[in-house]
Every structure is written in C-alpha cells, then in structure tokens.
Nanobody, 116 residues
C-alpha cells in the first residue's frame, strides 16, 4: 500500500510559477513510475508529466517547456515545477505512483488556480 500526499497548490497570476510536491510513504520502490495528472472542471483527467527513472520523463504537449518534473529517491518525493502558468492550467492536480505491475495509487489532489 502506497500513500501519497500532495502540497504546493494555490492561486497564482498568469505567467507566475508554482511548485507541487508529492510525498510517498508505504511500500514504494524506485522502480515505480510517478507523476501528475490534472482534471479541469468538465474535462477528463489528463497526464501532465511522469518520471520513470532519473533519465526518462514524459510531458503533455501543452506543458512541455514550461513544467519540469523531478524526483528525490531518498525522500520518495516527486516535484512538479510549473512556470509561465496559463489560465488553462487551472485544474486539480493529482499525484500518482505506478508499479511495473499492480495497482496505481493516487493522492487526494491539490487545486491550482491561475487567474488575475
């Protein structure tokens, strides 16, 4: 069982930055993929970024070049640095951890609102 706790969401003006963090506890291993999904009102949940190991990262086209995902293996923590935020980035952001085979674990979500 893996527990995930997100932090760092909030209200920011367009063009601003936020850093999301996700702390994992329980039976998590370095082989797990970790990352972030987001869900805006009335829209489907979409993958924002994921990190499989220190050298393999994937990003949604809409955030590439603006967001950076990183992972601290010693602390079982993953971060999402979000720069040049736009109103369309407004959503609830969910952290997840995915084993090679098995059940995906999810955090409770953190709200990010980009508005002037």
């Amino acid at each position: 069982q893996v527990q995930l706790v997100e932090s760092g969401g909030g209200l920011v003006q367009p063009g601003g930055s936020l850093r999301l963090s996700c702390a994992a506890s329980g039976s998590i291993f370095s082989s797990y993929a970790m990352g972030w999904y987001r869900q805006a009102p009335g829209k489907q949940r979409e993958l924002v970024a994921r990190i499989i190991n220190a050298s393999i990262t994937n990003y949604a086209v809409s955030v590439k070049g603006r967001f950076t995902i990183s992972r601290e293996y010693a602390k079982n923590t993953v971060h999402l640095q979000m720069n040049s935020l736009k109103s369309e980035d407004t959503a609830v952001y969910y952290c997840y951890a995915e084993p090679i085979s098995g059940t995906v674990s999810w955090g409770q979500g953190t709200q990010v609102t980009v508005s002037s």
